[in-house]
C-alpha cells in the first residue's frame, strides 16, 4: 500500500535527472539526451527570473559590451520606490561594486579570462579541460529532433550570408548574424538582444550618417512669466526602416504613418532653473536605414519630477522598433510588420492594434497589449501583464504581479513569481507555471494544458484539453473539463466536476471530490477522503487513511477500492446479476446489499463469482459495503 | 549534402554581448534558480562560458542553431560541474585536518561517497537496467510532455505509455525504498 502512496513523482524525477547531469562525468548517450533536453527547456522559455540591472551592467563593462552609463545609476534612485526586494538588488550591487579589487590584482574570473585570452597554452588546456561533453556535430539523435520547439522555438540567430558576401566551401556555408555593427559611441544597452531581430540592413553599414543634430532644439522661452521652457523638434526622415530609442525621462508613443516617412515630433518642458545649466538634449542620428533618438539628462543628475518629455513618432508599416524610456510610459498602435522591442524602467507598456512581433518590458510599471497578431513576449518585474485578443505564441512573465489574459489564438508559456495568472478564452497550449499565486482558466481549446503551481489555488472551468496539473499546495477546482486530466497535488482539497475523459489522481494531503465523470479514473489519496458521485468507467481508488464513498458508480468492467485506513461504501448503478465480487477486510466488516443478493462478514472475505464486472475491494482496518 | 554552419564573422565584443543576450541571461537564471549557485558565481560561469564558446566556436561546425545552443550549454554544464566538484572537494579538504592523516585519503574517500545522493545512485542503477525507450519515457515524460509526443520517440503505442510510465515510477518507486 505504502508504494502506491509514496511513488516518486514528476517533479522529484526531473530533480533527480538533473542532478544527474551534474553527477555524471562520464556522459553516455542517455546523459547527452538529458543535456540535450535541459538545453531546450532553458533556451526555450523566457528566463525563470530576471537578471539584476546593475550587476549585469558591471558584466557587461567587464567583458567590454556596451551598456547604458546612466540606467544603472538611476536605477539606484528608482529601487527605494520598488520595495524591499530591489533595496536588496541595489544592496547587491553596492557590495559587489565594494568588493571589486582596489589595486590591479584581479578577481579569479578575470584571471581565468586573461589567460583565455592571453595565453595560448593554457587556453589549450583549459579547453581539454572543460570541453568533456561531446560536441554536438553530426546528426542529432532521436530524442533532440524537434518536441520542445514546437511550444516556444529559438529564434534564429544565425543565417545565411547575403548572397554578395557568401562564402561557400565544400560542405561548410558560412552564415552571418543580423546583428550589425554599431557606432562605437553607443550607449544603448540591449541593441544586440533586439537588433538581432531585425531583417538585414546591408545599406546601415556602407552608408555614413546622414544627419546629426545635437540640442536644444528650437528652443522656445513661452512665456516670461513662467518658469518653463520647451525645447521642440520636428523632423522628417526618409528612408527609415529601423528606429531605436531611449529616452531617460517622459514618454514614447508611435502610431503610423500616412507616408513612407517618419515623422518625429519631440517636446521637454523644463523648469527655468533647470534651463540655465544646460542639462538636457534631444539627438538623433540617422545612418542608412537607421535612425536613433536619445532624450537625455546631461551633466548633473537631478529629480526629473518637474520635467517632461513627449516624442511623438508617425512611422510607416514595416518599420522595426526599439524603444527603451528609463523613466516614463511607451505606447504604439496600429503598427504593420516589423518588430517592436519596448522596454521601460519606470513607466507602463501599451500597445494595441498591431500586426508585429512584440516585446514589451516593464521593469516597475504594467504592460498591457490588445489586438496583437504576432508573437508576443511580455515581461513585468513590478506590475501586472494584461493581454487581449493575441493571434500568436506569447511568453509572458510577470515576476510581481498578476497576469491576465484574453482571447489568445497561440502556444502561451506564462510564469508568475507572485501574483495570480487568469486566461479566459483560448486556444493553444498552455503552459503555465505560478510560484505564488492562483491561477483561474476558463473556456480554454488546446492540444495540451499544463499547470506547475506552488502556492495557490487551480481553477479549471470549461477546458477542452488534456490537462496534467503539478500543486504543490492549495484547492483544485476543475469544472467542465474535457480531455484526460492527470493531476499531482501535495496539499488541497480536489474538485472534480462535469468531466469527460481518463481521470488520474494523485493526491497526498486533501479531500477529493469527483462528480459526473465520463471516463476511467485512478485515484491516490494518502490522507483524506474522497468522494464519488454519478460516473461511468472503471475506477482504481487507493486510499492511505480516509474514507471513499460512491453513490450512481455505473462500472463498464470493474472497479478497485483499497483502503488502507478508513471505510468504503460504494452505490453501484450496475444490475446485481451483472457483478462478482472479491471483497476483504482484515478489521472490519464486508456487507453486500445489492438486489436480491445480501452477504455479510466479519474481519473476513466475501466473493462472489458471477457476471462481467468485477467489483474488487480490500481494507487493513475498515468496513466495506457495496449497495 | 547537409549543410553545416559557423558563427557569425564579427568582433569578440560584438559576438560576446550576442552570445551573452541570447543565451547569458537564461543560463544566469537557470544557474541561480535552479542550482542555488550564488550571484556572484553565477557571473563567473557565464563569462567561462562566453569567452571559452568564443575561443572554441572556430573548432566546430554546426548543424543548426539549435547545435550551437547545445553547444554553449554545455560548455556551460562543464563549468557548473567543475564548480560542483571544486566545492565538494574545499568540503572535503576542510573536513580532513580533523582526521589523522594516515586515514586522509580513506577518510576524504568514504566522505565523497557518502556525499552522492543515495536516490542519485539508485536511480543510476536502474536506468541502467532500463531499455532505451524506458529511459526516454521516464524522461521525457517527467519534462512534462505529451504522451502523444513521446510517443512519436519510442516504439509503442500512445495509449500505454501511461501504464508504461505509472509502472517505471513505481518500479522506480519500490527500488528506492528498498535501498534507501
Not at chain 1, 581565468?112 to 542529432?140: E, G, M, R, S, W
Not at chain 1, 472534480?496 to 493526491?507: P, Q, R
Request: glycine content about 6%; proline content about 3%.
Amino acid at each position: 500500500m505504502s508504494e502506491f502512496n509514496s511513488t516518486i513523482t514528476d517533479r522529484e524525477l526531473r530533480e533527480l535527472f538533473r542532478e544527474k547531469i551534474l553527477a555524471d562525468d562520464g556522459d553516455d548517450a542517455f546523459t547527452d539526451k538529458l543535456i540535450d533536453m535541459e538545453a531546450k527547456f532553458v533556451f526555450a522559455a523566457p528566463a525563470m527570473i530576471p537578471v539584476p540591472t546593475g550587476m549585469e551592467k558591471e558584466f557587461l563593462a567587464k567583458i567590454g559590451v556596451k551598456s547604458s552609463a546612466k540606467l544603472a545609476g538611476k536605477l539606484g534612485m528608482k529601487w527605494i520606490f520598488t520595495g524591499l526586494s530591489c533595496a536588496t538588488i541595489t544592496t547587491a550591487v553596492v557590495v559587489y561594486k565594494n568588493n571589486q579589487p582596489k589595486d590591479p590584482a584581479p578577481r579569479p574570473v578575470v584571471a581565468a579570462a586573461a589567460a583565455v585570452q592571453n595565453d595560448n597554452q593554457l587556453q589549450d588546456t583549459i579547453l581539454a579541460d572543460t570541453i568533456q561533453a561531446p560536441i554536438p556535430t553530426d546528426t542529432p539523435t532521436d530524442v533532440t529532433k524537434q518536441p520542445l520547439e514546437q511550444l516556444s522555438p529559438l529564434p534564429e540567430i544565425l543565417s545565411i550570408l547575403p548572397e554578395a558576401n557568401r562564402t561557400i566551401t565544400e560542405e561548410t556555408v558560412e552564415l552571418v548574424s543580423l546583428v550589425k555593427t554599431f557606432s562605437t559611441s553607443s550607449t544603448f544597452t540591449s541593441r544586440l538582444s533586439i537588433w538581432r531581430q531585425f531583417p538585414a540592413v546591408p545599406e546601415a553599414a556602407e552608408t555614413p550618417n546622414t544627419y546629426c543634430r545635437n540640442v536644444p532644439l528650437d528652443y522656445t522661452e513661452e512665456d516670461g512669466e513662467t518658469d518653463d521652457s520647451v525645447y521642440n523638434i520636428d523632423q522628417t526622415f526618409s528612408g527609415v526602416k529601423s528606429i531605436e530609442v531611449h529616452s531617460d525621462f517622459g514618454s514614447i508613443n508611435i502610431q503610423p504613418s500616412r507616408s513612407n516617412d517618419v515623422q518625429l515630433t519631440g517636446r521637454i518642458e523644463v523648469m527655468r532653473k533647470a534651463r540655465k545649466d544646460p542639462q538636457f538634449e534631444i539627438s538623433y542620428e540617422q545612418t542608412g536605414t537607421r535612425l536613433e533618438v536619445v532624450v537625455q539628462q546631461k551633466g548633473k543628475q537631478t529629480d526629473l519630477s518637474d520635467e517632461s518629455s513627449v516624442l511623438d513618432f508617425e512611422v510607416p508599416p514595416g518599420t522595426n522598433l526599439i524603444l527603451r524610456a528609463d523613466n516614463g510610459n511607451i505606447n504604439f498602435n496600429d503598427l504593420e510588420g516589423g518588430n517592436c522591442d519596448a522596454e521601460s524602467s519606470f513607466g507602463d507598456v501599451r500597445g494595441s492594434n498591431c500586426r508585429s512581433t512584440i516585446s514589451a518590458t516593464a521593469l516597475s510599471g504594467t504592460v498591457d497589449l490588445s489586438k496583437i497578431t504576432g508573437n508576443v513576449n511580455a515581461t513585468s518585474s513590478f506590475g501586472d501583464v494584461i493581454l487581449s485578443e493575441i493571434t500568436g505564441n506569447i511568453a509572458a512573465h510577470a515576476a510581481s504581479g498578476n497576469f491576465i489574459g484574453n482571447l489568445f489564438t497561440g502556444n502561451c508559456v506564462i510564469d508568475s513569481d507572485f501574483g495570480d495568472i487568469t486566461v479566459h478564452n483560448s486556444v493553444g497550449t498552455m503552459r503555465l507555471t505560478a510560484e505564488s499565486g492562483n491561477i483561474y482558466i476558463d473556456s480554454l481549446k488546446a492540444p495540451e494544458c499544463r499547470i506547475e503551481s506552488s502556492f495557490g489555488d487551480v481553477t479549471l472551468t470549461s477546458v477542452t484539453a488534456p490537462a496534467n496539473l503539478t500543486v504543490q499546495s492549495g484547492d483544485i477546482k476543475i469544472t467542465a473539463l474535457t480531455g484526460d486530466l492527470n493531476l499531482e497535488s501535495a496539499f488541497g482539497n480536489v474538485t472534480v466536476n462535469n468531466m469527460t475523459g481518463e481521470l488520474d489522481l494523485d493526491v497526498n494531503s486533501g479531500n477529493i471530490s469527483v462528480t459526473r465523470l465520463n471516463g476511467n479514473m485512478e485515484i491516490v489519496s494518502s490522507f483524506g477522503n474522497v468522494v464519488i458521485n454519478e460516473t461511468r468507467g472503471n475506477s482504481i481508488i487507493t486510499a492511505n487513511s480516509g474514507n471513499v464513498s460512491g453513490r450512481n458508480m455505473d462500472i463498464t468492467s470493474n472497479i478497485e477500492v483499497n483502503v488502507a485506513f478508513g471505510n468504503s461504501n460504494i452505490q453501484l448503478k450496475n444490475n446485481y446479476n451483472d457483478l462478482g465480487f472479491n471483497l476483504d477486510t482484515a478489521y472490519g466488516k464486508v456487507k453486500i446489499n445489492k438486489g436480491d443478493m445480501k452477504l455479510e462478514k466479519e474481519n473476513g472475505a466475501i466473493v462472489v463469482e458471477k457476471g462481467g464486472v468485477q467489483v474488487k475491494a480490500s481494507a487493513s482496518s475498515g468496513n466495506i459495503t457495496f449497495d | 549534402m547537409q549543410e553545416t554552419y559557423k558563427l557569425v564573422h564579427l568582433s569578440k565584443t560584438d559576438l560576446l554581448g550576442e552570445i551573452y543576450n541570447r543565451y547569458g541571461k537564461k543560463l544566469y537564471s537557470y544557474a541561480v534558480k535552479t542550482w542555488s549557485v550564488t550571484e556572484d558565481e553565477a557571473w563567473n560561469l557565464i563569462y567561462k562560458t562566453l569567452y571559452k564558446v568564443i575561443d572554441t566556436h572556430g573548432n566546430y561546425a554546426f548543424a543548426s542553431e539549435e547545435k550551437f545552443a547545445s553547444f554553449v550549454f554545455r560548455v556551460f554544464i562543464n563549468y557548473l560541474r567543475n564548480h560542483y566538484r571544486d566545492e565538494k572537494t574545499k568540503a572535503n579538504d576542510y573536513q580532513t585536518v580533523r582526521v589523522e592523516m594516515s586515514t586522509l585519503h580513506e577518510g576524504a574517500a568514504v566522505m565523497t561517497e557518502t556525499a552522492v545522493n543515495p536516490k542519485l545512485m539508485v536511480l543510476n542503477e536502474e536506468l541502467d537496467k532500463m531499455e532505451d525507450w524506458q529511459r526516454m519515457l521516464l524522461l521525457m515524460r517527467s519534462e512534462g510532455m505529451a504522451y502523444s509526443e513521446i510517443a512519436q520517440y519510442v516504439d509503442k503505442p500512445e495509449n500505454q505509455l501511461k501504464v508504461y510510465y505509472q509502472r517505471l515510477k513505481e518500479h522506480l518507486t519500490k527500488k528506492l525504498h528498498e535501498r534507501i
